[in-house]
């Protein structure tokens, strides 16, 4: 094993910098677009990169979204044509961090077998690549969060939503009803 790595596994890691600026800026375009709880779902690997084509596919996806706090207390008036514009850019930070998943563990795996990697360095590549696996996990944690109104505790509250009724946290319940807003927690935010 060489005692320096080659100057591409460098490169490499340069390129797949840029990439995790990027996918920063397309995550924080999505939370300043509240575009985040509009994939209600985690589908891990290459399921969860397939766009909806057909109008029957967009309205599956648009009615898994109406079943949401955020839908009923914001976006109620929202259409197929809004909902598809925050789609997009959760989806697009979705699947950029697949990219970075292959376009880190693909070459890493290469370099490694090929010996091109010093042997403390290896270590090095497997602790990013879980670490990249592991943010995808946080993610969609982050994101389940908001998907739902928070548990109640104590004296149970509910906020009246058309169709029925949400349940509140304690916390929550010295606010009026329309000053509950549906967001993802922010400790998982500051781990994802």
Do not use: C
Not at 133 to 140: A, H, I, K, S, T
Not at 155 to 168: F, N, S
């Amino acid at each position: 094993a060489p005692a320096v790595s080659k100057p591409v596994v460098a490169l490499h890691l340069y390129a797949l910098a840029f990439l995790v600026y990027a996918i920063v800026v397309v995550g924080g375009l999505t939370r300043l677009t509240e575009s985040g709880l509009s994939i209600t779902e985690w589908n891990p690997g290459f399921k969860g990169m397939r766009l909806p084509i057909t109008t029957p596919e967009w309205e599956a996806e648009w009615d898994k979204y109406k079943q949401t706090p955020e839908f009923h207390l914001l976006n109620s008036k929202m259409s197929l044509d809004d909902f598809k514009a925050i789609y997009m850019w959760e989806w697009g930070h979705r699947v950029l961090g697949r990219v970075i998943g292959v376009a880190f563990v693909l070459p890493a795996a290469y370099f490694v077998t090929r010996r091109w990697v010093a042997p403390g360095t290896r270590w090095k590549l497997a602790a990013i690549a879980a670490g990249i696996g592991f943010q995808g996990f946080l993610g969609w944690f982050m994101v389940k969060s908001g998907l739902t109104a928070p548990e109640p505790s104590g004296r149970a509250k509910t906020v009246q939503v058309e169709g029925g009724e949400l349940p509140t946290s304690a916390a929550q319940t010295s606010a009026a009803a329309a000053d509950w807003t549906p967001r993802v927690s922010h400790f998982r935010l500051a781990m994802h």
